[in-house]
Antibody, heavy 120, light 107 residues
Framework: EVHLVESGGGVVQPGGSLRISCVAS????????MTWVRQAPGKGLEWVAI????????LYVDSVKGRFTISRDNSQNSVYLQMNTLRADDTAVYYC?????????????WGRGTLVTVSS | DIQMTQSPSALSASVGDRITITCRAS??????LAWYQQKPGKAPKLLLF???KLEGGVPSRFSGSGSGTDYTLTISSLQPEDFATYYC?????????FGQGTKVDIK
């Protein structure tokens, strides 16, 4: 059974940094593109970033480009999101989701999410 | 970026009703369209992908159709566990984008 477990969320001041993690199990992690999706309180879903199987290709939504960095460690079955220069509008639950063998794939498994709150 | 316009934003229905939610893309997305269900405090759950392919374990009362830019999600006979928020998503191009959601509640 596929499991994705996010961690590392918390409260951070505006301008601060945070790294969140997602540990995967139940499938061959290195074979899949992995994605971060976020959801601000009471709002809809927003795709944030995606990373290729080998970590060589990374794509971001415009609102986080230059501030967020997605990475992965296939030896640890983990994907990360380093978030710098955080703003109040980055406050959200961040979900890790499994894509497919290609970047243009639906997201078939999701973690439970980790809450990031940016507030002074 | 491809914009996804979902309608209605909310609807009230009764158990046993047939409901339809529509999603329109701002450009061609070649059936690269998924539907997700989300309940309060939970992660989204994949229902359909490729516009009409049912994810394993999803009841057959859920169906999807469409092509080009216009797509629909239909629930043939609403069950109590179906009251939730539904999102469409295009994965034809990055950034992948979601519709704004449709909240289905009990009439």
């Amino acid at each position: 059974e596929v499991h994705l477990v996010e961690s590392g969320g918390g409260v951070v001041q505006p301008g601060g940094s945070l790294r969140i993690s997602c540990v995967a199990s139940g499938f061959t992690f290195r074979s899949y593109w992995m994605t971060w999706v976020r959801q601000a309180p009471g709002k809809g879903l927003e795709w944030v970033a995606i990373i290729k199987q080998d970590g060589g290709d990374k794509l971001y939504v415009d609102s986080v480009k230059g501030r967020f960095t997605i990475s992965r460690d296939n030896s640890q079955n983990s994907v990360y999101l380093q978030m710098n220069t955080l703003r109040a509008d980055d406050t959200a639950v961040y979900y890790c989701a499994r894509g497919g063998y290609f970047p243009s794939s639906h997201l078939d498994n999701w973690g439970r999410g980790t809450l990031v709150t940016v507030s002074s | 970026d491809i914009q996804m316009t979902q309608s209605p934003s909310a609807l009230s229905a009764s158990v046993g009703d047939r409901i339809t939610i529509t999603c329109r893309a701002s450009q061609y997305i070649r059936n690269s369209l998924a539907w997700y269900q989300q309940k309060p405090g939970k992660a989204p759950k994949l229902l359909l992908f490729g516009a009409s392919k049912l994810e394993g374990g999803v009841p057959s009362r859920f169906s999807g159709s469409g092509s080009g830019t216009d797509y629909t999600l239909t629930i043939s006979s609403l069950q109590p566990e179906d009251f939730a928020t539904y999102y469409c998503q295009q994965y034809y191009d990055t950034p992948q984008t979601f519709g704004q959601g449709t909240k289905v509640d009990i009439k």
